[in-house]
């Protein structure tokens, strides 16, 4: 599996921390190319797995280029390997079924990326195409971290409706859970909760306080066969402030 990520935006840098000042920050762009991909395998795992296990090797590929802040451009390589259990349905409206992954990935440039993600998705047999979708993703950095690399929600499938960078340290974790249902026609809909912290450490993140995101979501649907759709979801952000998030599938 590869994705392609083409970067050239003027970018908000608030600095590091859990509970960052909005009015407070630094603009620069950046411009760059960025290939993570990972090559898997089932190969030589006992048959009565089923498939349901896989192991692979991860490569991250990175050329970034910076202009409004004093940094040099950067040439990043990574390379590691990712875990897996796979139960969930095969589409991007999972039903049922759990997906539970670890990866690990050491950068040439002096920092290391963690990353343990869970999944379980749970039927509702009184609602057309309905099922409870529960999430945890927990990201965590060591060594000397880019300034751009610092874990923290992206507010479209983390955080839904959050402004990328407003908090950002060296370990993300986020918990959402999500209720998803058929409504009409191609029209599918969702109500989601997004709870997010980050800080030093996974250590540390006790002392950080919960940033939330509740709201509601419409999902037009592309491709029955894989249930491919374009979602817009808004939220209501700590209580207080109005986001909003639109992507091709789901969220998790």
């Given at each position: 599996m590869a994705y392609?990520?083409?970067?050239?935006?003027?970018?908000?840098?608030?600095?590091?921390?859990?509970d960052l000042d909005e009015d407070e920050y630094s603009t620069y762009t950046l411009k760059g190319v960025r290939l993570p991909f990972a090559l898997g395998t089932d190969a030589f795992l006992p048959s009565s797995w089923n498939g349901l296990f896989r192991y692979a090797a991860e490569f991250d590929l990175e050329y970034a280029k910076f202009q409004g802040m004093d940094i040099k451009d950067a040439k990043r390589f990574g390379a590691g390997y990712n875990l897996t259990y796979n139960s969930a349905e095969r589409n991007e409206w999972s039903r049922r079924g759990s997906f539970v992954q670890f990866k690990h990935i050491f950068y040439?440039?002096?920092?290391?990326?963690?990353i343990f993600d869970t999944r379980t998705y749970i039927?509702?047999?009184?609602?057309?195409?309905?099922?409870?979708?529960?999430?945890?993703?927990?990201?965590?950095?060591?060594?000397?971290?880019?300034?751009?690399?610092?874990?923290?929600?992206?507010?479209?499938?983390?955080?839904?409706?959050?402004?990328?960078?407003?908090?950002?340290?060296?370990?993300?974790?986020?918990?959402?859970?999500?209720?998803?249902?058929?409504l009409f026609w191609r029209i599918k809909g969702a109500l989601f909760y997004d709870a997010g912290k980050v800080a030093n450490s996974v250590k540390e993140l006790n002392d950080s306080r919960w940033h939330r995101a509740i709201g509601a979501g419409a999902r037009f649907l592309v491709n029955k066969k894989t249930k491919s759709?374009?979602?817009?979801?808004?939220?209501?952000?700590?209580?207080?402030?109005?986001?909003?998030a639109i992507k091709i599938n789901e969220a998790f």
């Open positions: 392609l990520y083409l970067d050239s935006w003027a970018t908000k840098y608030f600095g590091v921390g859990n040439n440039s002096g920092f290391v990326r963690k039927p509702l047999s009184f609602l057309p195409e309905g099922a409870i979708a529960l999430g945890s993703f927990l990201e965590d950095l060591d060594g000397d971290v880019p300034f751009d690399r610092l874990a923290k929600p992206d507010g479209i499938m983390q955080l839904r409706g959050w402004e990328e960078g407003l908090m950002a340290d060296k370990t993300f974790w986020v918990l959402q859970a999500e209720l998803r249902t058929h759709h374009v979602r817009a979801d808004f939220s209501i952000v700590d209580g207080k402030d109005f986001g909003m």
